[in-house]
């Protein structure tokens, strides 16, 4: 599975847009990305997950380059408890158990 | 109504002991997960089950045993507990890989399970 790059820490303004960019540039057409997200002492969230298409859900954006090589995930207006460690994954589906290999992610700090 | 429940919460324990950390989910999936959280935060996948049946073993020492009564039950039992094994344990689940119609699974986590081994 590809390897991700994210930065360590980022700090964003309450009610303000947080973006978290993530470099996957050895990714394969097959592979997925996933965002995780784990907020202290809890176990890890899912939040979203695409493939080549652009990804909205409840909790948030996905925006994948056209290349595929760098994603970014957007929370539209942060709040407090978006404070977290967020994790990006990059994973292909296979038959044999999904082995998700959590790196060390970024951790998002929202400030009031 | 918990989707994904782990007991117990928190666990102190001599070096030395047995112990067994139970996980249960009621979303009907087919996959089970162990996953250990050590002191520096990174989460390493331990075990992964298909219905009932040993799928991934990550090179975990054999004094760590899972086990899988039914596909909505993973335990994890561990003996004679070395400090080293301190760390927050999580379970996990999922729709068994590649049947989701969007051809990607997603992982539900329990709340985890801290031990400390003294």
């Known amino acids: 599975d590809a390897k991700t790059t994210q930065p360590t820490s980022m700090d964003c303004a309450e009610g303000r847009a947080a973006n978290l960019p993530c470099n996957h540039s050895t990714i394969s057409g097959n592979e997925y990305v996933y965002w995780y997200r784990q907020i202290h002492s809890q176990g890890p969230q899912y939040i979203i997950h695409?493939?080549?298409n652009n990804e909205t859900n409840e909790m948030a954006s996905l925006i994948i380059t056209e290349d595929r090589k760098s994603s970014t995930l957007i929370l539209p207006h942060a709040t407090l408890r978006d404070t977290a460690v967020y994790y990006c994954i990059v994973k292909a589906v296979d038959n044999y158990g999904q082995n998700f290999v959590f790196g060390p992610g970024t951790r998002l700090s929202v400030l009031p | 109504d918990t989707a994904v429940s782990q007991t117990p919460k928190y666990l102190v324990t001599q070096m030395g002991n047995d112990k067994s950390i139970k996980c249960e989910q009621n979303?009907?999936?087919?996959?089970m997960y162990w996953y250990k959280q050590d002191s520096k935060k990174f989460l390493k996948i331990m075990f992964s089950y298909n219905n009932k049946e040993l799928i991934i073993n990550e090179t975990v020492p054999n004094r760590f045993s899972p086990k899988s009564p039914d596909k909505a039950h993973l335990n994890l039992h561990i003996n004679s507990l070395e400090l080293g094994d301190s760390a927050v344990y999580f379970c996990?689940?999922?729709?068994?890989?590649?049947?989701?119609?969007?051809?990607?699974?997603?992982?539900?986590f329990g709340a985890g399970s801290r031990l400390t081994v003294l």
């Open positions: 695409g493939l080549k």
């Open positions: 996990a689940s999922s729709h068994q890989p590649g049947q989701a119609s969007s051809g990607a699974n997603v992982l539900t």
């Open positions: 979303l009907g999936h087919d996959t």
